[in-house]
């Protein structure tokens, strides 16, 4: 169905006017794991609209190449890298190469994460580590590298990490990202804590649902026609948005910001009525219309 | 710049640094009437033990952190409603569990109230978040501007803080 007529949904500002002035990263290079598509690309972009500096860090050098394009077309200089963020010594080295090309990394966009519905008895253990240990450990090793580099130069800094908005209530039939995306929001915390008095500044967006052209709505051939009536906001977000809100997290106009976990879901996740459909276990639900087989 | 041009915005309670964020951020204050935005600060009770709080002080804090609340999102809303238009509320008050057994519950009362008006109203485009913090300087004002904001579109049941001690 599409939204009744007579509701009013709220919509942000158009891509070219983002909420802070083009200069507010001005000097300053970002790193974003994961930037090269979806929702790490428009992280990108929007630390590009601030007139950041952008190393693209991808599994794959050459998504995080054609992501690099598209942000250097914002009048940035961009550096494109292959590394797997389960690896500490791989991040330890794209960092060298990043620095060298672009200068010091003084913000950092955790985002790298793979995820796809499937049933938990269905996870084999390599997909349990593989979505697991890019987003807990890629996190992890990511913001302390940078943190390590940070302390060292004696400089303070910013990073934001892409969390989801079913942290707080699991999310039945994708039991891996469950766990992955709430550690991630949950060491936000705790490393905002040890990094307060280094002047680095942790937090995270737990996101709702920002279509790009790699996202999973489900499989049935309507479920992106009927996204915005399902959500309370009465639309799915614009990803710019999200990169938005993350970029602004980083912004001296929130110098005081960290340790923050901020929902941005359209009230997705809020949903809630005294009676709901009938409960179907997701096993019994893949092969239907919310099922994803 | 002006995340709030062209906007009216009614600040309730007293927070120099928002009333100035809002302000710089293009908004017109405004102390009654209808209004685009409504903001909504109230100053941190006593931090006192459970067993030593007049029940004089219990009613306050309640009244004041959560009961007032309530009644005015809800003459705002009805307020946007007949006008046909959306708008964005925005709570401002103490962390919950930083003071005493009254706080802790007006507090947590307010977070869940937020997340629950935030989907009642969602399709009247009315947006309600809520920042619980210490913090009184510029981060919080900036913070309150930009959830008041069309910016924080797609922001509505957001429940958060400022600082670690938040």
Known sequence: MPVPAHHIVAMPPPFDAPPYPADVFAGQTVLVTGGGSGMGLAMAKAFAQGGAEVAVMGRSLEKAEQGAQEIAALGVRVHAMSCDVRVPEQIAAAFDEAERALGPISLLANNAGANFPVLAEDISANAWNAVTRIAIDGTFLCSSEFARRRIAAGLGGAIVINSAQYIWTGFPGDAHSAAAKTAQATMTAKLARDWAPYGIRVNAIAAGFFPHATSTAGRSEDMTASLPNMIPAGRPGSIYEFGWLSALTCTPLLGGLTGQVILQDGGESLRRSLRNPDFIPPRERVQGPWGWQ | ?166
């Open chain 2, 1 to 166: 710049m002006g995340w709030l041009a062209g906007k009216t915005a009614r600040l309730v309670g007293e927070s120099p640094a928002i009333a100035a964020a809002l302000t710089a951020q293009g908004a017109v204050l405004v102390s009654e009437g209808d209004c685009d935005v409504l903001v909504h600060v109230v100053p941190a009770p006593a931090d006192i033990p459970a067993h030593e709080i007049a029940f004089e002080q219990w009613r306050a804090t309640l009244d004041a952190g959560l009961d007032q609340r309530f009644l005015l999102a809800k003459d705002f809303a009805a307020a946007r409603r007949a006008a046909g238009k959306g708008g964005a509320v925005v709570f401002v008050g103490a962390p919950e569990q930083a003071l005493g057994a009254d706080q802790a519950a007006a507090g947590g009362g307010l977070g869940n109230l937020t997340k629950t008006l935030g989907v009642e109203w969602a399709r009247d485009g009315i947006r309600v978040n809520t920042v619980q913090t210490h913090e009184r300087g510029k981060t919080l004002g900036n913070l309150v501007a930009y959830l008041a904001s069309d910016y924080a579109a797609y922001v509505t049941g957001a429940v958060m803080g400022v600082g670690l001690d938040d």
